[in-house]
């Protein structure tokens, strides 16, 4: 089984998932001096989002991350065991 990703990265790939969104909009929003919090370098890493062609250079969820937030979500679903 997967483990469970944190709760940063599951807000990170919820927000990635609610609209279209842009590398630099991203970047914005996300990018962190924090060692400690680098959820943009991480999802990468970790294959949950990739960027997209085009002159905006979209930002879109993996397969694998539709899989890994949609686990996240039900796990922390209320009734959920």
């Known amino acids: 089984m997967e483990p469970q ?3 940063i990265m599951i807000q990170f790939l919820e ?4 609209r279209p969104r842009r590398r630099a909009d991203v970047l914005d929003a996300w990018q962190s001096s924090c ?3 680098p959820v943009w370098e991480d999802a990468r890493a970790e294959g949950l989002i990739r960027q997209c062609g085009g ?3 979209r930002v879109e969820l993996t397969a694998h991350g ?4 949609a686990r996240a979500l039900a796990d922390t679903a209320p009734g959920a065991p």
């Not at 927000?15 to 609610?18: E, F, G, L, Q």
Request: aromatic residues 12%; hydrophobic residues 45%.
């Open 5 to 7: 990703p944190s709760l």
């Open 15 to 18: 927000w990635v998932a609610a």
């Open 35 to 37: 060692p400690r919090f």
């Open 55 to 57: 002159g905006e250079n």
């Open 66 to 69: 539709r899989r890994a937030l």
